[in-house]
C-alpha cells in the first residue's frame, strides 16, 4: 500500500526545494505519494523579506547553501526584492491540483524562483509555469483575474494555521507524525521503512 507524505510548504522558503531531493532520495524505489499543502510564511500585510537586509543573505550562506551542496541541489539566492507573496503562486497550485498536476507545478514554481529567479509573484510568469506543467496558459490569467481560488487558497491557508498547526515549513506529516525543517535522507528512509 502506497504510503503518503504531506508537504507544507512555502514557495518563497529555500528549505522547501532542499526538502522535495531530501524525501525523492528517501523514497526511491518505495511507492510513496507527495502531497503539496500551502503555508505562506507572510501573508498579507505582513511585509515580505528583502534581499538587501543582513538576514536572507546570512541565512543562505550559513544554512542553504550548504545543505543545497550537500543534497546536490542547484539553487540561487534570487535577487527580487522585496520577495513576492505567494497567495496568487497558491491559486494556481488549487487549480494545477484539480487537475493532478499539484505536485509538478509545486516544483516547477519552487524552480522558477530559486534556479530561474522569476518573480512568482506576477500573473504573466505564473501563467508561463502552469503552462510548463500542462494548464492552459489563459485559463491560468483568467482564474487569477477572476479570483476562482482564492478563497479555496485561503480555507486551505487557514487549515494549515488553525487545524494543523503548522508553525514553519517545509513541515512533513506522515502518519499523523510530523517532521519538522529539511529531513536527514537515511533517517527519512528509516522512518518511513518502519511504517511501511
Known sequence: ???????????????CLLAEEAIVQATDGMDV?????PFELRPAPVPTLK???????????????PMAK??????????ISPQPRTDKAFEVFAMAEEQGLGHAYSMAALKGF???ERDIGDPEV???IGESVGLERQAVLDVLAEGRYREQHQTAQRHAVEEALIQSVPTLVIDGEMIQGVPDPAALK???????
Request: glycine fraction near 2%.
Open 51 to 65: 534581499v538587501e537586509d543582513p538576514y536572507l543573505p546570512k541565512i543562505w550562506q550559513d544554512s542553504v547553501y
Open 1 to 15: 500500500m502506497s504510503q503518503q507524505i504531506i508537504v507544507y510548504t512555502d514557495y518563497v522558503c529555500p528549505f
Open 126 to 128: 505564473l501563467a508561463d
Open 190 to 196: 528509516r522512518f518511513l521503512l518502519e511504517r511501511a
Open 114 to 116: 530559486f534556479q530561474q
Open 70 to 79: 550537500k543534497l546536490g541541489v542547484p539553487i540561487k539566492l534570487p535577487n
Open 33 to 37: 505519494e507527495i502531497r503539496w499543502r
